[in-house]
């Protein structure tokens, strides 16, 4: 079976680093990979380690480029005969619709996130793709009723994680950071985005300083060059609030191990998002987590059975249930945070991903 990945670039990102994550392991299967893309990136070198197929089309720089896309798009799609096409985002999903126009070749769409920028895009996509594929139940629901979309074949599955990929037990970032082993750690991972609410993790650090003279945190992620805005609020906040000392902001890091061992309390205070790999890891790392109580992270967590949930953008709500970890006693959080990671490993791994993903080409191929 020979199926066609559409993706913009082989850069660090969620979609890019779980599609690497799938072609690693599908070797045992009967899956052959070619993958489509239009930028080089830092994962460039690891996809070229697996047995996909790499393709390189011409990088679009202005929106006249697009047809061009399409065009070469096609060109590749008739050369290569794929038995299915997997877009992994709206425009690609709507260039690769054009692009298979007359070739009877099953395409199927993966939703990974919401972007308002691509509804309408969304809207015309989904109702021509053979299947679009959710990565959650919470966020396809949610995705209806905000977009009003008319799915032709939905579909949900999780997203899987390499946990083979988080078994360094390197425990070194509060020595790096020049702080104590005893010092309690707050970490949370993932790019500065308004939708991920740093700043309310910022806040309710503000709060805790008070009585806890040796709480620090930790954020890992980058700027994002669309809302640099949110990075500067952050450390502004910081500044004027006099915890500038407690508030690390150390960028993108590939440690992820490193980090989550180090971490005494992992947060995600979201108020959008369709999925949650970083709380996943954490949980699966054996770190206690906080998660804002949106719908994603509701199912994620089993209604806050395997996390604490704290209510979205209330920072005297999150540094409650900071404090409730703190005084945890030590039996406790151990059995806690192992329910947790037996949870997650169960139901998260890139292996039931694979099995799942081959389980709708499977279907959708049936009825060619």
């Not at 009967?30 to 930028?39: A, E, G, Q």
């Not at 902001?249 to 369709?274: A, K, M, T, W």
Request: charged share 25%; hydrophobic share 40%.
């Amino acid at each position: 079976m020979k199926i066609m990945h559409i993706i913009s670039s082989l850069n660090i990102g969620g979609v890019e680093t779980l599609l690497l994550d799938v072609c690693e392991n599908i070797k045992d299967s009967n899956l052959d990979s070619v993958i489509v893309y239009n930028k080089e990136g830092s994962l460039s070198s690891e996809f070229q380690k697996t047995k996909a197929k790499l393709i390189k089309i011409t990088p679009m720089k202005y929106s006249k480029d697009r047809i061009k896309f399409i065009l070469q798009l096609r060109k590749i799609i008739k050369k290569e005969k794929p038995d299915l096409i997997h877009a992994h985002f709206p425009n690609y999903a709507l260039f690769t619709y054009f692009a298979a126009i007359g070739l009877k070749i099953k395409k199927v769409f993966t939703l990974h996130g919401d972007e308002p920028r691509y509804y309408n895009s969304l809207r015309f996509v989904v109702s021509r793709m053979d299947a679009t594929i959710f990565v959650s139940k919470s966020f396809l629901q949610t995705m209806i009723k905000k977009v009003k979309l008319n799915i032709k074949k939905p579909f949900v599955l999780n997203n899987g994680i390499n946990f083979n990929s988080l078994n360094n037990k390197e425990k070194k970032l509060k020595q790096e950071l020049g702080l104590s082993e005893k010092s309690i750690l707050v970490g949370m991972v993932g790019r500065f985005s308004s939708e991920k609410d740093p700043l309310t993790i910022c806040r309710s650090i503000g709060i805790l300083t008070k009585n806890y003279k040796n709480i620090y945190l930790v954020f890992i992620g980058p700027k994002s060059p669309h809302e640099p805005h949110i990075y500067d609020n952050c450390l502004n906040y910081c500044e004027k609030n006099n915890i500038k000392d407690k508030v690390f902001f150390i960028g993108e890091r590939r440690d992820i191990s490193n980090i989550l061992n180090s971490l005494d309390i992992f947060v995600l205070s979201s108020f959008n998002e369709s999925f949650g790999k970083s709380l996943v890891e954490a949980m699966f790392m054996k770190v206690p987590c906080i998660a804002s109580n949106i719908p994603p992270f509701l199912e994620l967590s089993e209604n806050g059975k395997y996390s604490f949930i704290f209510k979205t953008k209330n920072e005297t709500d999150l540094a409650l249930k900071i404090e409730q970890i703190i005084n945890l006693n030590q039996t406790k959080k151990n059995n806690f945070t192992e329910e947790a990671k037996k949870y997650v490993l169960n139901k998260f791994s890139i292996e039931k991903q694979v099995e799942g993903l081959i389980n709708i080409y499977n279907t959708l191929l049936s009825k060619k």
